[in-house]
């Protein structure tokens, strides 16, 4: 075979091309990051979506903003992604709520949460805690499942609304610990907190950023935490899990890109969360905020994950009869 004479010049230029870093490669990105919350401003995601951008978009040599679209428990937001352009601009940062229960309790959610997307990191978990007014006369999990289990269906619990993830987690807990509690629903977790804190109703499950301050300020008291073990954030606070075995009601927040992302671009934001979610500064916000940093994911690992809450919460979904149009 003859050789071929390559220039000189064309050689260091494809030298220097690949010593560059992909992002000078691909040119991206080559303007501001939108990362579309599905949620209002002020609750968890939001919180945690501007915290993990503004580190994201340091990684990334740009500057990342959260871009608020609530409606429909998330899916306004999750369909704008999915239909929305596939160059690495526009992410989803998301929770299990939205992307694990809707499709099974929406009849049509408007977005396929596998197919129309590919994850790109996990952030962490975010509990959720069972709360009563401090006038409730059980003081622990143990005397609030007793006097559960005595009251019949005369104990009722608020929730942000028909399939929300403070519903759906009442409806496990009767279901998995023999209970009859009565569900309320609201238009959003303002209002029911607001009842809850005025004794109007017995209960409710919050998250733990919402919820912190009235806890610490005595206004609320915190019977138990939904995830599988105690939150490092209240430690004195027990699991459910501890005396309903199986129990296991985690939150997790995380990032998405629209399926059809080029493979370059995909990549880079992959190792750009790695990256962001190893720096210290931004794990000590998260801590503060109540959130559990997730140990080191890979997104083929998240993918799992939500193969396997898409699977619970469907069962979930079902046993309870929730459903929304």
């Given amino acids: 075979m003859p050789s071929i004479s390559v220039p000189r010049r064309a050689l260091l230029a494809l030298a220097a091309a690949c010593a560059l870093p992909a992002a000078a490669q ?95 990191g996990l952030v962490g978990a975010v509990p959720n805690v069972l709360l009563v007014n401090p006038s409730f006369p059980a003081q622990n999990l143990t005397e609030f499942l007793a006097l559960a289990r005595k009251s019949g269906d005369s104990l009722q619990y608020a929730s942000a609304g028909n399939g929300t993830l403070n519903h759906l987690l009442g409806e496990m807990l009767n279901s998995m610990a023999g209970l009859k509690l009565q569900h309320v629903p609201y238009k959003g977790v303002a209002p029911a907190l607001n009842d809850v804190l005025g004794g109007q109703l017995h209960m409710l499950f919050a998250s733990l950023p919402s919820a912190l301050s009235h806890i610490q300020a005595g206004k ?81 690992q998240f993918a799992a994950l939500l193969q396997d809450d898409l699977a619970k919460w469907a069962r979930i979904v079902k046993s309870s009869g929730a459903s929304v149009d």
Avoid: C
């Avoid at 990105?29 to 990362?35: E, G, K, Q, T, Y």
């Avoid at 352009?85 to 959610?109: C, E, F, R, V, W």
């Avoid at 915190?222 to 430690?235: C, D, H, M, Q, W």
């Fill in 220 to 300: 609320l008291r915190a019977i138990a935490v939904s995830g599988a073990k105690r939150s490092p954030t209240l430690p004195n606070v027990p699991a459910i899990a501890e005396a309903v075995p199986g129990y296991d009601g985690q939150l997790w927040i995380g990032l998405f890109a629209p399926s059809g992302l080029p493979a370059l671009v995909q990549a880079q934001l992959e190792e750009a969360m790695r990256k962001t979610m190893a720096a210290k500064d931004l794990r000590d916000k998260l801590e503060q905020q109540g959130v559990e940093i997730a140990a080191p994911t890979t997104p083929a």
């Fill in 26 to 120: 691909s040119g991206y990105p080559s303007r501001p990051i939108v990362l579309v919350v599905p949620q209002a401003a002020g609750g968890t995601n939001d919180i945690v979506g501007r915290l993990v951008g503004q580190k994201l978009g340091e990684v990334l040599g740009g500057s990342a903003v959260v871009e608020n679209r609530p409606g429909a428990g998330g899916n306004i937001g999750t369909q704008y992604v999915a239909r929305g352009p596939k160059d690495g601009h526009t992410l989803l940062m998301t929770i299990s709520s939205s992307q694990a229960i809707n499709p099974s309790l929406y009849k049509n959610p408007g977005f396929d949460p596998v197919k129309d997307f590919v994850p790109l």
